[in-house]
C-alpha cells in the first residue's frame, strides 16, 4: 500500500505545468532527496547568449519543490538563497539535485546544487527553506 502512496505522490509532482513546459524531467529519488535534469534551448539564453538565471533558477526550485513535497504534504517556499558559478549554454543538459538537510516543526532546510552533466562541474548551488503547511495533497496512510 505504502508503494502506492509514494506513488500517487509521483504522480502528482510530475503534473507541473512548468516543469513540462521547459521539458525538464523531474525524478524523487526518495523522501526528501530529488533530481531534475533540464537541456538547456535557444529559447533559454540571455542577450549574452548564455544560460538565462532565471531558467538555472526554476531548475532549482523544481527540485526544491520536488524533495519539499515528496512526502505528500504540502510546502511551499519560505526563502531561497542563490549563488550562480559557471555559465552554460545550449545543448548543455543541467542537473539539479536537492536534499533535505534539516527537518523540524513547519520548517525544513535543503540543499540544491545544480551541475553540467557533460562536465560534473557546478553551475549554481542555492540554499532553500520551506514550510510545510498542515494539509497533505496525498493523505498519510
Not at 526550485?61 to 505528500?72: L, T, Y
Request: contains cysteine; aromatic residues 6%; hydrophobic residues 45%.
Amino acid at each position: 500500500m505504502k508503494r502506492d502512496r509514494n506513488q500517487k505522490i509521483i504522480d502528482h509532482i510530475q503534473q507541473d505545468p512548468f516543469a513540462r513546459l521547459l521539458g525538464a524531467d523531474v525524478e524523487i529519488i526518495t523522501a526528501g532527496h530529488s533530481r531534475v535534469t533540464l537541456t538547456i534551448t535557444e529559447d533559454m539564453i540571455n542577450f549574452h547568449g548564455i544560460t538565462h538565471g532565471g531558467v538555472i533558477f526554476a531548475l532549482g526550485d523544481m527540485a526544491f519543490a520536488a524533495a519539499s513535497n515528496s512526502r505528500g504534504q504540502t510546502a511551499v517556499a519560505l526563502n531561497v538563497a542563490i549563488n550562480f558559478l559557471k555559465a552554460t549554454k545550449p545543448g548543455d543538459c543541467l542537473v539539479a539535485e536537492a536534499k533535505e538537510q534539516h527537518a523540524a516543526g513547519p520548517t525544513a532546510l535543503y540543499d540544491i546544487t545544480i551541475r553540467d552533466k557533460g562536465t560534473g562541474e557546478l553551475v549554481a548551488k542555492s540554499q532553500d527553506l520551506v514550510y510545510r503547511k498542515k494539509e497533505w495533497f496525498v493523505l498519510e496512510e
